[in-house]
């Protein structure tokens, strides 16, 4: 049987109360809703109603991830880095995301990243003159950390995956 998860209301000329329900509290037991008013045309209202109960069909939080890159990162580095590495190893993640990540991408929205972003992010480290090593190093902590951004369900797709890491230059002695 189908059931009704949002609604479209009136609120006079061209405004519009779209409301999806969310669910109960689980400690309250009331009922949650996501509220939002559109000004425009009732298409636009339908669309907003659309996207936002596919939203929430997906399991994605309806305001939208709104963490930052940074605040994300400290998160990860606190509860799913330093409970299963050694301490060297964390300062050594910690010093690289410092160094290489957080500067250009630090303050963007995590849900908002896109592989080009990481990509030009690459592009420019090598043209500091930073080692292809450096860049595949940061580029295999940055995406270890969004693929548990993955698993926390923070993200649909990890935008590392679908980022170039330059090649390291072959030493003149192998063939």
């Avoid at 609120?11 to 009331?30: C, F, M, N, Q, S």
């Avoid at 972003?117 to 595949?136: C, F, K, P, W």
């Amino acid at each position: 049987m189908f059931r009704k998860v949002g609604q479209i209301i009136a609120r006079g000329d061209r405004r519009w109360l779209i409301r999806v329900y969310l669910g109960r509290d689980r400690e309250t037991k009331k009922r949650n809703y996501h509220n939002r008013t559109i000004h425009g045309p009732m298409r636009e209202a339908q669309a907003y109603l659309t996207r936002k109960s596919r939203e929430r069909d997906l399991g994605r939080d309806l305001e939208g991830t709104k963490i930052i890159l940074n605040e994300y990162l400290d998160r990860w580095l606190e509860t799913a880095v330093k409970p299963r590495v050694r301490e060297k190893t964390c300062q050594d993640y910690e010093g690289m995301l410092r160094r290489y990540i957080r500067p250009r991408l630090g303050e963007r929205v995590l849900a908002t990243m896109r592989p080009v972003d990481i990509q030009i992010n690459y592009h420019q480290m090598i043209e500091r003159g930073l080692s292809a090593r450096t860049v595949h190093y940061t580029h295999v902590v940055l995406k270890s950390a969004l693929r548990q951004a993955l698993q926390w369900r923070l993200l649909f797709a990890n935008p590392a995956d679908g980022v170039k890491t330059p090649q390291q230059p072959s030493s003149p002695g192998c063939k």
